[in-house]
């Protein structure tokens, strides 16, 4: 069975100080994996897609790669609005197959 | 353009009463997903529809959960004889053809009495 895990599941950030966020997914055969962004009482934004181990995505702050196991989301000079629960998700059948999230608190 | 739609924002039903949770999905985009969120847990994924057509519902509780997808009008989640353990956020999400990437709507949060 397909299954996402993802690591840690909080995380407190001090503004401006870089970490990383894990995704370790195992599935038969690799379809997309995929970054979202979940704010309180939202719906999930759509971040990224990666497909294949090597491949990385950029968006301002947030860099996401891929390897044969995990994904990271790499978090650069974060600032307090990028506080959110991040989720990760692998194509599973028809659907996305979401793990529960890693919850990031950014502080002043 | 407007996005994924979901109406009610807040529905609150006694047990035993039905809840009906409505989804318009992006202009353009021909494919329905409905996702749970329970409180410390993951999206669940319940089911998947095209027009006229559910594709999986593998997600779906046997009992008292259905789902539909007319040629016209919005896709409908219904959950009969509701009870405590149904109270949850229920995402719809949708995504055009051939594509993995699903949009999300704001949520329906149904609280059961």
């Known amino acids: 069975e397909d299954q996402v895990t993802q690591s840690p599941e909080a995380l407190r950030l001090q503004e401006g100080e870089s970490s990383s966020l894990n995704c370790s997914y195992t599935v038969s055969g690799l379809r997309g994996l995929f970054w979202y962004r979940q704010d309180p009482g939202k719906g999930p934004e759509f971040l990224f897609t990666l497909y294949s181990a090597g491949e990385e995505k950029e968006k301002e702050r947030l860099k996401a790669t891929l390897t044969k196991k995990e994904s990271f989301l790499h978090i650069t000079a974060p600032k307090p609005e990028d506080s959110a629960t991040y989720l990760c998700a692998v194509q599973s059948g028809y659907a996305l197959n979401f793990g529960k999230g890693t919850s990031l608190l950014v502080t002043p | 353009n407007a996005g994924v739609m979901q109406n009610p924002r807040h529905l609150v039903r006694r047990r035993g009463q039905e809840a009906r949770l409505r989804c318009s999905p992006m202009?353009?985009?021909?494919?329905v997903y409905w996702y749970r969120q329970l409180p410390e847990e993951g999206l669940k994924f319940m089911v998947y529809l095209q027009k006229e057509n559910i594709i999986d519902e593998s997600g779906m509780p046997k009992e008292r959960f259905s789902a539909e997808f007319p040629k016209e009008g919005p896709s409908i989640l219904r959950i009969q004889q509701v009870v405590r353990g149904d109270s949850a956020a229920y995402f719809c999400?949708?995504?055009?053809?051939?594509?993995?990437?699903?949009?999300f709507g704001e949520g329906s949060r149904l609280t059961v009495l």
């Open positions: 999400a949708s995504s055009p053809p051939l594509t993995g990437e699903l949009f």
């Open positions: 202009k353009g985009h021909s494919h």
